[in-house]
């Protein structure tokens, strides 16, 4: 590994996403100076993602006129099972990855120190460190996206556990003979609540017949439909897009529900683009089932809120974790 | 409080459950030199209870020729919700109790430090320091038995989380729309596989002219079901008991799969009544379904095993709790 150059005062942080890849500039306080953005081409293969992620970062700190060597450290999220002591990503089916030596080959085309965890936990390091300002002991992240995936910061730090998988919240059954799952299983929350999810569910429903909005916005095939149509059709009266989303809120209230009663957090940030794209949908929903079902007196004083951070909250983590690695 | 006197070796471990209060005595090294037995008789009030209790801890000291004096500290696991820094009981709904100042009142008769914890978070302690030897760093603890709860161990130490509840994961939802649980939810765990569940599964069956060998044994009222009878159902061939016994397993095990998922622990262990009842009989399903339903890679070399403590685990996790808190 690259040594940690102490005079270095920036740092960089690397949100890399099955379609695409962010990459941000920040002081040590934390603060953005400057954002790129490419796509990922995963289809290329491994060592061409690899050069557009080395790519991208330098593409951000030229954008604010600094030097790769000005940078302590650069932070990487990655989606998939990451291995963070040794570098690797083990497992990452959307990018088609498998025990690939991130950390190294970045540090070889950077000449940098990089810390690589999971894209989840990375997004919960952000929030708790930069949203929440690092104040609650006992946090949990949920980031309801494509998938639905979770952080844990346990006594002031992110939790990963035996195998380095805790945090995997999405495939929490909640209903034992619900809808199949991509990962075999039926019920998951993810099979329930993601944007997967929501879309396979109205999708099959147009099919069958059901009338929306959407079809008249984006043809009867629904082709690039997004988490942001979905708030356009409620907020112009389509009532069985509002059924589909309170029903996924519903869900994720009682995800919540279940994920305080185990874990006793004092905070439940939840994120990710549907998450963004309906907040105001589905947030109160979310809130109400979740205090219906956690145990009495586990949800005292306990906040369940949205985060703010949006995009940013993949890089901002990133920016966090190569902090914390190079203090 | 009263002073810890170093020089005492022993170490008094207490069960308060709903129908009886269990107490041992210990060695330092946590080896269980008498057990002593009464009933709580918890309509009396908590005054009576708390006076039977500190006769059970001294029924236990004299059955080995021990003095108080000679008793380092009493540790005492009690059902509900617990304030552990205050040696608070805050509420326990199965003994009527609502903010006893336990620890307080035992100290006052006992003339001995006393260290007050959650039931299942003591019998947590007890399966992690003796059955384990202490050895996962990580470790999740549950209990089958009128209702399920469970307790944490991680990175070492027991965890409670914000609000001290952590491990009330009897009141996980894996069924949205399942059974009615005593909690006002639906599709808890506790209300698919406590022994209430079993027994309200089957005395409905019966009231539904369901044929069972447990009438034989017991008459058509079913009065005095206990596990045990329904091990013997099962051995004598009932296979309408051993369905519910097989589905409460299933449902344990997707529990428990969610718990991997969440919390990435090196062992999860099962205790409590009805698992001691019914081990082989579940254990195989348990394990089975957990493995099919856990995240790929998150159950990788963890141990899902049934506790051997038996009856002896709230006892042995008190004697453990007065330990750690009198070194």
Redesign the interface.
């Known amino acids: 590994m690259p040594e940690v150059n102490s005079k270095a005062e920036y740092l960089i942080g690397v949100d890399l996403g099955g379609t695409k890849i962010l990459a941000g500039v920040f002081t040590n306080s934390l603060k953005c100076l400057s954002r790129a953005k490419t796509s990922t081409k995963a289809e290329r293969g491994p060592a061409a993602v690899i050069e557009r992620i080395a790519r991208c970062a330098q593409d951000a700190a030229d954008e604010c006129d600094i030097d790769l060597k000005q940078v302590r450290g650069l932070g990487i999220g990655s989606p998939g ?1 990451i291995d963070p002591e040794n570098g690797r990503v ?2 990452a089916g959307n990018l088609g990855w498998k025990d690939i030596p991130l950390k190294r080959e970045l540090e070889k085309r950077l000449d940098l120190p990089v810390f690589l965890q999971n894209d989840c936990n990375v997004c919960t390091l952000g929030v708790h460190e930069v949203e929440l300002e690092a104040r ?3 946090m949990v992240g949920v980031f309801l996206g494509t998938g639905i995936g979770g952080g ?1 910061i ?2 002031g730090k992110l ?11 999405g ?8 809808p199949k799952c991509t ?1 075999g ?1 039926r019920g998951c929350w993810e099979a329930l609540a993601s944007r997967s999810a929501l879309f396979r569910q109205i999708q099959d429903a147009v099919h069958d017949g059901q009338k929306t909005v959407l079809c008249d916005m984006l043809g009867n095939d629904l082709k690039d439909l997004r988490s942001g149509d979905l708030r356009k059709a409620i907020r112009q009266g389509d009532k069985f897009v509002a059924h589909i989303v309170e029903e996924a809120a519903k ?1 994720t209230g ?1 995800a919540i ?3 305080i ?6 905070a439940v940030v939840v994120g990710g683009g549907v998450m963004d794209a309906l907040e105001s949908e589905m947030m109160p929903v979310v809130i109400e089932t979740a205090r ?2 956690a ?8 906040k369940i809120l949205a985060s703010k951070l949006g995009d940013d909250a993949g890089i901002t983590g990133a920016a966090v974790l190569a902090r914390r690695e190079t203090k």
């Open positions: 099972a083990i497992f609650p002991r006992n844990l346990l006594e939790f990963t556990g035996f195998n380095r998988t805790a945090g995997e919240v495939h929490m059954v909640l209903e034992v003979n619900g990962c299983n869900y009682i529900a279940n994920l009663n185990i874990l006793s957090p004092e219906e079902h145990f009495p007196g586990s949800d005292k004083g306990v």
